[in-house]
T-cell receptor, first 115, second 115 residues
């Protein structure tokens, strides 16, 4: 158990819908990262937040957005869902991620299925 | 952009034997970090080992060790005394130094342990 929690574990929804994935980082970690794992694209970095602020952006679609709240939990919002958005979405956290590169610890993931 | 290449989609090894998984990367950065993550059938991403580019000494964690060849941009993982629990997908990952960056992953190597 990495200490990172993600809810829900599974999500099934229809095309065009909007969903929110939630992540709670390890106690004391300030950075949260979101990743997408799909058969087509492999594991891709989406976005990083550090202490409430966006820190780095990867291959995140405009239909996707994220935020980190004052209690440091983070949410990933996916809208106008398409079949190709079906994937395993991971959240990871690290102690800093501001100046030094810390090891990222991954949550168990949320499996999203778009029908 | 940084790239990570794992040229072995699948490897097989007898229990108790030693196996080496290959990884090469491409970067123009001087400050970076390399990781091996393991993903068993549960889909949880588990850190195996971490290497800082500025360190000449190869990282070791129990039965897991790396061969880091900076000039060749090679980062292989050696698993000694393979156990059935080592069966998993193994991903090589790269991160720039400085903290503000996600991980760039290779496509993974599926490791099979033969009893």
């Amino acid at each position: 158990d990495s200490g990172v929690t993600q809810t829900p574990k599974h999500l099934i929804t229809a095309t065009g819908q909007r969903v929110t994935l939630r992540c709670s980082p390890r106690s004391g970690d300030l950075s949260v990262y979101w990743y997408q794992q799909s058969l087509d694209q492999g594991l891709q970095f989406l976005i990083q937040y550090y202490n409430g602020e966006e820190r780095a952006k990867g291959n995140i679609l405009e239909r996707f957005s994220a935020q980190q709240f004052p209690d440091l939990h983070s949410e990933l919002n996916l809208s106008s869902l398409e079949l190709g958005d079906s994937a395993l979405y991971f959240c990871a956290s690290s102690p800093s991620g501001r100046v030094r590169t810390d090891t990222q610890y991954f949550g168990p993931g949320t499996r999203l299925t778009v029908l | 952009a940084q790239t990570v290449t794992q040229s072995q989609p699948e490897m097989s090894v007898q229990e108790a034997e030693t196996v080496t998984l290959s990884c090469t990367y491409d970067t123009s950065e001087s400050d970076y970090y390399l990781f091996w993550y393991k993903q068993p059938p549960s889909r949880q991403m588990i850190l195996v080992i971490r290497q800082e580019a500025y360190k000449q000494q190869n990282a070791t964690e129990n039965r897991f060790s790396v061969n880091f060849q900076k000039a060749a941009k090679s980062f292989s993982l050696k698993i000694s005394d393979s156990q059935l629990g080592d069966a998993a997908m193994y991903f090589c990952a790269y991160s720039r130094g400085g903290g503000a960056d996600g991980l760039t992953f290779g496509k993974g190597t599926h490791l099979i342990i033969q009893p």
